[in-house]
């Protein structure tokens, strides 16, 4: 039997140990599932408690995964209670609207949240031990919305950057980034780099921009990629995207020594709300960069870029360091 198959079949089980005021005639996550004559329906339930409980939730098929099957169970447990969402929220530390993701797949749950849902649902282990299966296959969906750096940026809320070698890809002008391909193995693709940067490069000028907070090292600013009238240039875009409300950029100053993060940059994508955080990191030759996606990892390298922006100069100082930087090019 397939795994994900394994997971249903065992989902469907434990969907059965329920409270004991109420009996199920069919598995819980069947959608023949119906409350016995001693109990509400939940069409009734809904009706006598009103609020976010008079309206019918949307439809869940939890025989698509199994983060819809963990979903099905905490609505079958949270209405057999009686209980809105908003109810639910208030005993596991989340809104109205971070227990309707849950209940319909858009949201993994966070850690300690499957451990609340059994106490609060007297679900056994259940949503504790199955929280880590939910959190893989949702971040397994990811890279549908991630097949491209480009499509990803286009799509965040957030990008939190940083780079300790290069002036990092969305801020390059052309003539800087055919400089670093031109002196790469690959000197043929620098047509194909560029456009590629380039079509990366039209969400600065999006409504939806993302909100960036990018941070490099001073390095960055004296490496003479190109020549000193590239830097010049490279220089004078950096400091036109400084008067962009969305942007924020910070320059650790190269006294600084040793700080977190020195080896290698990457970027933090955040889609909103209802998709957890990726993680970007360059590969050393073209192609080879890569996502990552678990939740562990994503939020280390949090803490890193936290720490990286706290070695920072501020933004006010670091906008200085830039211009003076090219005034003595």
Known sequence: ???????????NIDLLRMDSSVRFVAPACSRRATLSQRSFSSDEVRLKRGGDMGRPGKPIDPTESLTLCYGKKIRTLRESRGWSQTELGRHIGET????????LGKQSPGNGTGKLLDQVLDGGDYFESHAPLVRKEHAEKLPESARSLAQSEAEASHLRIYEPA???????????????????????????????????????????????????????????????????????????????????????????GAYPGLK????????????????????????TG????????????????????????????????????????
């Open 264 to 287: 290698v940059g990457f970027t933090l994508i955040s889609f909103g709300a209802c998709t957890d955080d990726v993680a970007y990191m360059e590969g050393a030759v073209r192609g």
């Open 166 to 256: 290069l002036i990092t890809g969305l801020f390059q002008v052309e003539e800087y980034t055919r400089a670093i391909v031109l002196a790469g193995i690959r000197p043929d693709a620098v047509d194909e780099v560029w456009e590629e940067r380039r079509r990366r490069q039209e969400i600065l000028d999006s409504a939806s921009a993302p909100l960036i907070f990018a941070v490099m090292d001073e390095g960055t600013l004296r490496r003479p990629v190109g020549g000193e009238v590239v830097l010049k240039t490279q220089l004078l875009h950096l400091e036109a995207l400084l008067e962009r409300p969305n942007i924020t950029l910070q320059i650790v100053p190269s006294v600084t």
């Open 290 to 329: 890569q996502f990552l996606h678990q939740r562990e990892v994503v939020g280390e390298l949090h803490d890193v870029h936290d720490l990286i922006r706290a070695s920072a100069s501020s933004v006010v100082e670091s906008a200085r360091m830039i211009r003076d930087i090219r005034e003595t090019l």
């Open 1 to 11: 039997m397939p795994l994900a198959d394994c997971w249903i079949l065992s989902a």
């Open 96 to 103: 109205k609207d971070g227990v309707s993701k849950l209940e």
